[in-house]
């Protein structure tokens, strides 16, 4: 407890995002004064599975699941084209299960091991912002892959075939997109090999945490009540692997609860829902796009959901919205780090090959989302 109080204590102190929520959260509370209807504004539902999944996944992470797939399939590698194909990849699909930010953090500094190992330091900055442009359009794909799909396919009650069709034709399109930029570096042949095979550190526990993981899915499916998994997950978990409590992002949880507040108050002010409704009615793609550049995706889905008529424009918006500044999508900021590290006096590189990139995939997905809608 003393450990979970701590990072608690640690968020506070650092987490940006969540202090801009909790103070946009007690302005509203001037106009909107404190009520029962706090507490119905927020949406536990979708709290309890992004608890339940952030608990799951870490496990299987530490677990070394991920890396063990990432080493079987780097073993196939033949050139420098493939290594980079199947690493930008693998971070693209990924994102689809384990979520943008978990992508990133297991496969990027993987990437820069890899990379460095096989002589290709130049490379590693392409690599990153590619990897970082994967997770965020990889994860577009499935309400698992990042917080605000998660969060709109609750809001608006998609189905899971419905939402992965209404994805479909963006995530191919950055697919198509990924592969070709990832297909531009030499195909000179090289070998890659690792001292130390990555093991799964315990069967057993692996089975339980899979099991686990079932149990989320049936919960985002709407077949397991959601406060059933929660008790599930928090009973096993405090039985079997009582530190993954440490590894929860409550900064992500917080921020939920104050924009849930938040939006919930803005509702409650005439004047202003009626401008936002206003301003989606006449610009319902581009201002979720704008406004993620801005405060970054997730605040902006929570922000805009309770004004926007087109849930679909909203959706693609707001993911479409996570390329751009490097705060568009919070994910971006892991691999920004852990670049930083590898390579301090190499940031104005990378952040002119980032935002290149992301202004490149910004207008190649927005383009397709305004062919999709002449055609529907």
């Known amino acids: 407890m003393k450990n ?4 608690i204590y640690q968020i506070l102190r650092t987490q940006k995002v969540l202090d801009c929520a909790f103070v946009c959260m007690v302005v509203s509370m001037f106009w909107v004064p404190p009520s029962i209807g706090y507490i119905k504004a927020i949406d536990w539902r979708v709290l309890a599975l992004l608890f339940s999944l952030m608990l799951v996944i870490a496990a299987l992470e530490r677990q070394g699941v991920f890396r063990l797939l990432a080493q079987k ?24 299960l384990i979520t943008n930010d978990v992508a990133l953090i297991t ?8 990379l ?15 990897q970082t442009i994967a997770a965020n359009t990889g994860s577009m794909l499935t309400p698992l892959g990042n917080p605000q799909n998660l969060y709109l396919y609750n809001y608006y009650q998609y189905s899971v075939g419905e939402f992965i069709w209404a994805m479909l034709p963006l995530t191919l399109v950055a697919l198509i997109v990924l592969a070709g930029a990832s297909l531009v570096l030499s195909a000179k042949e090289l070998s890659v090999d690792f001292a130390e ?16 993981f079932g149990l989320c899915i049936l919960s985002v499916l709407r077949i397991l009540p959601y406060y059933i998994l ?3 997950i928090i009973a096993v978990m405090f039985a079997t692997q009582k530190d993954m409590f440490i590894r929860v992002d409550y900064s992500l949880l917080g921020t939920f609860i104050c924009f849930f507040v938040f939006v919930g108050n803005l509702q409650e002010i005439p004047a202003i829902a009626e401008f936002l409704k206003a301003n989606l009615a006449d610009y319902p793609l581009i201002l979720p796009i704008i406004t993620s550049q801005i ?27 996570g390329l751009g500044t490097l705060i568009a999508s919070m994910a ?8 930083v590290r590898f390579a301090p006096k190499e940031t104005l590189h990378y952040m002119k090959l980032f935002t290149i990139a992301n202004i490149i995939g910004l207008i190649v997905l927005i383009a397709c989302g305004m062919a999709v809608l002449k055609i529907m």
């Open 73 to 96: 399939l780097l073993l196939k590698a033949k050139t420098q084209r493939s290594l980079v194909l199947i690493l930008v990849l693998l971070t693209f699909f990924s994102s689809m």
């Open 107 to 114: 496969f990027v500094p993987f990437a820069i091991l890899i």
């Open 116 to 130: 460095q190992m096989v002589g290709l330091q130049k490379s590693i900055a392409y690599v990153v912002v590619l």
């Open 332 to 339: 971006s900021l892991i691999s920004y780090k852990y670049f």
């Open 197 to 212: 095979k990555e093991r799964i550190k315990d069967r057993n526990l692996l089975w339980v945490n899979l099991l686990l």
């Open 230 to 232: 929660v008790a599930i």
């Open 295 to 321: 405060i970054s995706n997730v605040p902006a889905a929570l922000l805009l959901s309770g004004f926007a008529e087109n849930g679909l424009l909203l959706l693609w918006g707001v993911n479409i919205g």
């Open 4 to 7: 979970i109080a701590g990072k």
